[in-house]
C-alpha cells in the first residue's frame, strides 16, 4: 500500500454514461498524475497536477476526459458519453519530488 | 535469464538465477530512469531509479545500469524469488518536465519454482 487511493477500484458502466473516479493521494504530495493503462502496455499520461493547477492536459485522450483538483488535494477524472474504447485501468499517482507512488487503479468497463 | 524488452514481452527464470530485463528509452534529454513493478490487479510499485548522471546504481538484489550512449537501461534481479514474478516497466522523465514520464511496454518476469 502505497498510500495514495482510488475509488472505486471497479466500474462497469453503459456505453453512453458519463463515469468519475477518485483518487486521494498522499497528503503531503503536491504533484498529482492520472494514467490510462490498458491491458499489456505501460501507463499512459493524461494530466497533472501542481497543487490545484492543472499544468498539462494536452495529452487527454478526447474533450470526454476531464479532471479537477479543486483544493489541491483530491482529485478527480470524469469520462463523458463513455466508449467502450474507453475501458481500461485509470491510475493516479502523486508525488513531492521525483518519485511517484501510484494507488491501485480505478477498472473501468464499459458495456 | 535476460529480455529485450518490447521485443522480448516474456522472461521465464529459474529460481534463484539472476534476472536481467531490458529496455531501450526513446528520448535523448530524459535524465530520470525508472524502473516499476506490477502485480496483477495491483499499481506500479517504484522498484529502483536512476539519473542520468550515473550508469549504475545498487539496490537490495536489484541493479539498474544506465548506457546513455545507445539509450538503454537494464534491470538485474539477482537470486530471483518467486515473488519477483510480475511485468516489469521501464519508466524515461526529464526532470525540468517532470510532468510526462514515459513508460515501456513492459516485460512479463515469471519465475519457476
Known amino acids: 500500500d502505497t498510500g495514495v487511493s482510488q475509488n472505486p477500484r471497479h466500474k462497469i458502466t453503459k456505453r453512453g454514461q458519463n463515469v468519475t473516479f477518485r483518487c486521494d493521494p498522499i497528503?503531503?504530495?503536491?504533484?498529482l498524475y492520472w494514467y490510462r493503462q490498458t491491458l499489456g502496455q505501460g501507463p499512459e499520461f493524461l494530466t497533472y497536477f501542481q497543487n490545484e493547477a492543472q499544468l498539462e492536459k494536452s495529452r487527454l485522450l478526447s474533450d470526454r476526459f476531464s479532471a479537477e483538483r479543486p483544493k489541491g488535494s483530491f482529485s478527480t477524472l470524469e469520462i463523458q458519453r463513455t466508449e467502450q474504447g474507453d475501458s481500461a485501468m485509470y491510475l493516479c499517482?502523486?508525488?513531492?519530488?521525483?518519485?511517484?507512488?501510484f494507488g491501485p487503479g480505478t477498472r473501468l468497463t464499459v458495456l | 535469464g535476460e529480455s529485450v524488452g518490447l521485443h522480448l514481452p516474456t522472461l521465464s527464470v529459474q529460481e534463484g538465477d539472476n534476472s536481467i530485463i531490458n529496455c531501450a528509452y526513446s528520448n535523448s534529454a530524459s535524465d530520470y530512469f525508472i524502473w516499476y513493478k506490477q502485480e496483477s490487479g495491483k499499481g506500479p510499485q517504484f522498484i529502483i531509479d536512476i539519473r542520468s548522471n550515473m550508469d549504475k546504481r545498487q539496490g537490495q538484489r536489484v541493479t539498474v545500469l544506465l548506457n546513455k550512449t545507445v539509450k538503454h537501461l537494464s534491470l538485474q534481479i539477482a537470486a530471483t524469488q518467486p515473488g519477483d514474478s510480475a511485468v516489469y516497466f521501464c519508466a524515461e522523465n526529464w526532470l525540468i518536465n517532470n510532468n510526462d514520464m514515459r513508460f515501456g511496454a513492459g516485460t512479463r518476469l515469471t519465475v519457476k519454482p
Open positions: 497528503s503531503e504530495h503536491n504533484r
Open positions: 499517482a502523486s508525488s513531492l519530488q521525483s518519485e511517484q507512488f
